[in-house]
């Protein structure tokens, strides 16, 4: 037999609770552990936010902090029916994680681990106050913080030359196909004669146009919308794993057609504000194709129960 303690949490997960519940002592202590945290890596906290701020790249980052609440405000009857229970592994895990802090501050100095270090921290918070229950509930508005965390600069660069290149290659395939242009693409440079007259200078495909910016956003907004869908999954993870193939030949789009700009019809188009609204451009196209795959799998499979309803619908109709 069910214990009336489980009875009563389950009565009190069907209804739809308010935060207020929580009560006066429940917020003095989020409030508490939350300066806390800030308190420790208030420096990391500071210069994530500057990046937000000065390089456009990561301005989706003010974003992640609002998603990771909506994922929490979403999961707001099963959090206030759990019964908080101390795991004291989660004390253990955050002693680990503010030493190695300490080892990135003192020793290493790698300023992007020190960053990092704020997800196990908070982790180990709610798993020290709340135990795994809780833990099963907000794991992912937690790790979720990781999409908002910049990559080092020499990393970041390093990662989108070779986008850069590979970009440059296929828009040169594309130019080749026009009457009258040569392209060659050398690095990250298309060399561009059209109509035996060399194109001065040629074009650069910029690190804007990388597809890293679009690529980060897209796979942060990506994640957060198969969480939000309610799917199979292996739908979710097909959804999550195609945010990178279909960013990747969004911002290809993106590049040949800024070349033919920079060819047929005026250089000035391609640079500046034009390409930054070309740039915008691509996101309702990587979120059509993206809404076209979840489409298609939507209906790739029936679901039995649906079906068995349908044709009771159905029997009834005929009886009737």
Known sequence: MQDGNYIETQKLSEQNLSWSSLGVHSYIKIIILAAAVYGIFHIEIYSIVQRW???????????????SLYFINQKKNEILTVLPKSNYLGLVFLICSLILYLLFVFVYRFGYLMDIMIIPA????????????????????????????????????DLTIPLRAHDAQIAAVFLNLVKGLEANASGV???????????????DVAEACSGMRLLMAFLALGVAMAYLHDRRIWQRLVLMASTIPIAILCNIVRVVITAFIYVLWDPRY????????????????????????????????VDETVQKEVIIRRKDSLEQ
Do not use: C
Not at 123 to 150: C, Q
Not at 292 to 299: E, G, P, Q, R, T
């Open 270 to 301: 391609a640079q500046g504000i034009y390409h930054d609204m070309l740039g915008m451009a691509m996101l309702p196209l990587a979120f059509g194709l993206y809404g076209a795959l979840a489409w298609f799998m939507s209906n790739l499979v």
């Open 189 to 203: 440079i298309i060399d561009i004669v059209y109509k035996g007259v060399k194109l001065e200078p040629g074009l």
């Open 122 to 157: 908070i982790g180990s918070i709610v798993l020290f106050i709340g135990g795994w229950k809780l833990v099963k509930y907000t794991w992912l508005p937690v790790i979720y913080i990781f999409f908002a965390i910049p990559i080092p600069t020499r990393i970041y660069n």
């Open 53 to 67: 701020l000065t390089d456009s790249s990561w301005s989706h980052g003010f974003l992640i902090p609002l998603f």
